[in-house]
């Protein structure tokens, strides 16, 4: 599996929201305009490369300069950041529930993703999911979900309430557990398996409560976490995203980590307004 995305999708969605927004942007002392992107955490290097592709898209379709500055850090502390005043001409976060928060201050349409200016694909240029990373050899033998509560395992995840990845990682949690015990994730929507559902329901919200009792740090956002499980060597298994946990594997990292795909995970699909 890889992180899936498009130049093109993102130059399109990147474009279409400069444009909706009038650039959203100041102007530089050069003349040209600033564009603020407000993004989560492990996107650095996607648009480190993006950011140069888009000011030459944006200097051969309009004849004019930008100038795009980047801000990353965990999702729901820069839906935070927003909220708070940092002047963002568009945000790139981790899941739509950090642009609602956005939208419910008024800073943005409250029907952003389905108004009429909606973009293609919900608003999402790309998708991603969670995977494990392991040690090489995989030394505790994680392959799924239920072994990261055995006993002795430590694991590492951003925190909640600062990381939109932290959320996809329970949720991918807790889909699993509802999976496991239903056999068939669309008796969620049968009224006639109401009864089993709720069971399910209890069982992951245990599942989720023992999961995060192995966990011994709760960093800021997902590039931290990645940081305390390969720099600082702490944990046996880190909760990632894909291009995560992918990124860490090359290089150097090839011989010394492992990546675990477990036997279900969570379609994420990180959103642009």
């Not at 068939?184 to 999961?211: G, I, M, N, T, W």
Request: aromatic share 8%.
């Amino acid at each position: 599996m890889t992180f899936h995305y498009s130049f093109a999708a993102i130059l399109v969605l990147f474009s279409g929201v400069t444009l909706l927004s009038g650039c959203g942007s100041s102007t530089g002392a050069g003349g040209g305009k600033e564009v603020l992107n407000v993004s989560y955490d492990p996107t650095r290097e996607l648009y480190k490369e993006y950011d140069g592709a888009f000011v030459k898209h944006w200097k051969e379709t309009t004849g004019k300069s930008v100038i795009v500055h980047s801000s990353h850090g965990g999702s729901g502390k820069q839906a935070r950041s927003v909220i708070d005043g940092s002047e963002a001409s568009v945000v790139t976060l981790a899941l739509a529930y950090d642009i609602d928060a956005i939208a419910e201050r008024g800073l943005l349409a409250k029907d952003w993703q389905i108004g009429a200016k909606k973009l293609p694909n919900n608003n999402s240029p790309y998708t991603s999911t969670i995977l494990f990373l392991v040690r090489k050899g995989n030394p505790k033998g994680i392959h799924d979900w239920d072994d990261l509560v055995k006993p002795g395992i430590e694991i590492i995840t951003p925190h909640p309430k600062t990381s939109g990845g932290a959320r996809w990682n329970y949720l991918a949690a807790w889909g699993f557990v509802l999976n496991r015990e239903l056999g068939d994730l669309s008796k969620l929507h049968d009224p006639k398996q109401a009864e089993a559902v709720e069971a399910a329901r209890k069982k992951a919200k245990e599942f989720v409560r023992e999961l995060y009792q192995h966990v011994k740090i709760l960093d800021s956002g997902a590039r931290d976490a990645t940081i305390s499980f390969t720099r600082k060597n702490q944990g046996d298994v880190l909760i990632a995203w894909e291009n995560e946990a992918l990124q860490e594997t090359r290089g150097e990292g090839e011989a010394k980590y492992d990546v675990v795909a477990p036997s279900i995970s969570i379609l994420a699909e990180p959103p642009v307004a």
